[in-house]
């Protein structure tokens, strides 16, 4: 579920890099009014872009943990009650059954994780950003 959640959070960045909704990368943080926090470490300070996607994926990140401890009724938990059966093991190639199954659920994931690797390795093979091989992907309709 998780690459299945990058791959809209890859699209909406995309549709947002198309329609100018993201800042200039050009543009730096300025260092005397964020202090520490907008630097690499040193004194380099990072752009707006970046600034933007890292306090998205740290919202990403608690949204997980929060999910991970604290899961809403309908959503799997992370550890079985006592007494509860776990679900046997999907193995190599799970049945393709019609419908909303678990198995479905299952061959989604595993597309999605295929797909974003494919991704990844045509993006540093190519040196091409990543949002831009999405763009490419999709017939350049994000921009």
């Not at 040193?42 to 996607?53: G, H, M, N, W």
């Not at 997980?64 to 899961?71: F, K, T």
């Not at 049945?95 to 494919?118: F, H, Q, S, Y």
């Not at 831009?132 to 309709?141: A, I, K, P, T």
Request: charged share 15%; proline share 8%; with cysteine.
């Amino acid at each position: 579920r998780h690459v299945m959640f990058g791959w809209l959070v890859f699209w909406i960045t995309a549709y947002c890099k198309g329609h100018g909704l993201l800042p200039d990368p050009s543009v730096l943080l300025d260092l005397s009014q964020w202090g520490p926090v907008a630097s690499l470490g040193d004194s380099t300070p990072i752009s707006q872009q970046r600034a933007i996607v890292l306090v998205a994926h740290i919202h990403v990140l608690f949204v997980s943990i929060a999910a991970a401890i604290a899961p809403f009724s309908f959503q799997d938990k992370l550890l079985l009650e006592p007494g509860e059966a776990d679900d046997a093991p999907a193995g190599l190639f799970p049945p393709m059954a019609p419908g909303l199954t678990k198995d479905a659920e299952i061959w989604n994931g595993r597309v999605a994780m295929v797909g974003l690797i494919c991704l990844v390795a045509q993006a540093v093979g190519t040196k091409t950003p990543i949002l831009d091989v999405v763009n490419m992907w999709f017939g350049s309709l994000f921009y």
